[in-house]
């Protein structure tokens, strides 16, 4: 009697600390909730931050506080991971503890199925007839077929049960799988920003190395850049003219028809950008900053060392390095669009030929080639080609003729 009261006290005492370990994860998964909603009001308001600055006059006060603002809101962002990757951790215990219970619980209903079919087998061996003979009632006969009746009842109830836990482990199992892979991407996501943290340090160092601090020496960076640029623009006209008039290009691609405008056909390549410069006759452009022809594309950021990703699905058709657009990379779309992004801070993460989609990241947001300050270009063309240098031995591409305005086709 001692031993069943001892075996019945451990059990309750198991249930209970299962139920009050699952009580315990809820409380905690609902206060890393709220605190995941504060850090992102915190995230929303330093992007609020960076927009405004972006508005103002290039100054190097600007500069740095977009800097700074940057590298508090990728502190901020690492914070959120942090608490979704801890989120995700609980996710996978509850989870895990419902499996192995369903499983439990599959087990015993096998258990049960077996001994019905058992019985069932020793029943349906008895002959009727001598039951019925054996028996000097009638009644001990039709006992015997309702017991049949309700093993078969029983062996009914145990099966749909059986199946219904199947479909639940099944369904349990999936979404196991499911945040597993979440906590390997929030983990990818977590390093990226890290590493845009690092960057936007670096790059905010920099600045303050080769300026010295002084507004004037900041001023007289961005004249010199501006100046070679033009003039580094126009002779590429010239060589982009003779290309075409020649024929003389490594890759070439024109799609059958342009797509009108407004249609939704691709998606921003950064998560949460900012757009500094729009495509045409802007205010830069006007300034012949590109030798007096019109910006083939958007300029955006997410702060250095963010995430690139493919606008659409599509294959690597050429990337490569040149002074106009750093690290490079040209995506063929299925429609026979071409993006184009520059800029990187590395080489592309793809390779020429590899297929890609909304999902792949191709790259890193940098300050490679001619800019101002680190973000991402993305142009787009309904024809496009690729030709070398004469001077450089560079690989460039066609700069505006042929080219289309992204924010067209965006979603």
């Known amino acids: 009697m001692k031993k069943l009261m001892l075996i019945a006290a451990i059990f309750y005492l198991a249930v209970f600390f299962v139920a009050s370990g699952q009580e315990n994860n809820s409380d905690k998964i609902l206060e890393i909730g709220r605190q995941i909603q504060k850090l992102e009001k915190q995230s929303v308001e330093y992007k609020k931050q960076i927009t405004q600055k972006h508005a103002e006059s290039e100054t190097l006060k600007k500069e740095l506080a977009i800097l700074e603002s940057r590298i508090a809101k990728l502190q901020v962002d690492v914070s959120v991971t942090n608490r979704k990757i801890e989120l995700t951790n609980f996710e996978i215990k509850d989870l895990n503890v419902e499996i192995n219970q369903t499983e439990n619980k599959i087990d015993k209903n096998k258990e049960s199925i077996s001994e019905v079919l058992r019985q069932l087998d020793v029943s349906e061996k008895k002959d009727f007839a001598i039951i019925l003979l054996t028996n000097s009632k009638i009644s001990d006969f039709f006992n015997h077929i309702e017991h049949i009746n309700n093993l078969q009842g029983r062996l009914t109830l145990s099966l749909t049960n059986f199946i219904e836990l199947k479909k639940e482990f ?242």
Request: proline share 4%; hydrophobic share 35%.
């Open 170 to 411: 099944d369904i349990r199992k999936e979404t196991a799988k499911s945040k597993k892979l979440e906590m390997v991407a929030l983990n990818t996501r977590r390093q990226n920003q890290k590493m845009a943290s690092e960057t936007a340090q670096s790059t905010k160092n920099d600045l303050l190395v080769k300026t010295k601090g002084q507004e004037q020496k900041f001023q007289q960076l961005l004249t010199e850049a501006e100046k070679k640029k033009a003039e580094f623009y126009q002779e590429l006209q010239v060589f982009e003219a003779e290309a075409r008039k020649q024929g003389i290009y490594i890759v070439r691609v024109k799609a059958p028809l342009i797509p009108s405008k407004g249609i939704k056909l691709f998606k921003m390549p950064l998560d949460d950008y900012i757009i500094t410069q729009g495509y045409g006759m802007t205010v830069f452009a006007k300034r012949e900053a590109y030798g007096g022809a019109p910006h083939n594309g958007i300029d955006m950021t997410d702060g250095p060392g963010s995430e690139i990703k493919s606008i659409g699905s599509g294959a690597v058709l050429a990337k490569g390095y040149n002074n106009a657009g750093g690290n490079w990379l040209a995506i063929r779309h299925d429609n026979d669009l071409v993006s184009v992004y520059g800029h990187m801070k590395n080489p592309a993460l793809v390779l020429v030929g590899e297929k890609v989609d909304q999902n792949t990241v191709i790259g890193y947001e940098g300050a490679t080639g001619f800019v101002t300050g680190p973000h991402l270009h993305l142009s787009l063309y309904h024809e496009f080609f690729t030709f070398i240098g004469p001077k450089t031995g560079q690989v460039y591409f066609n700069y505006f003729d042929g080219s289309l305005n992204p924010l067209d086709y965006m979603q």
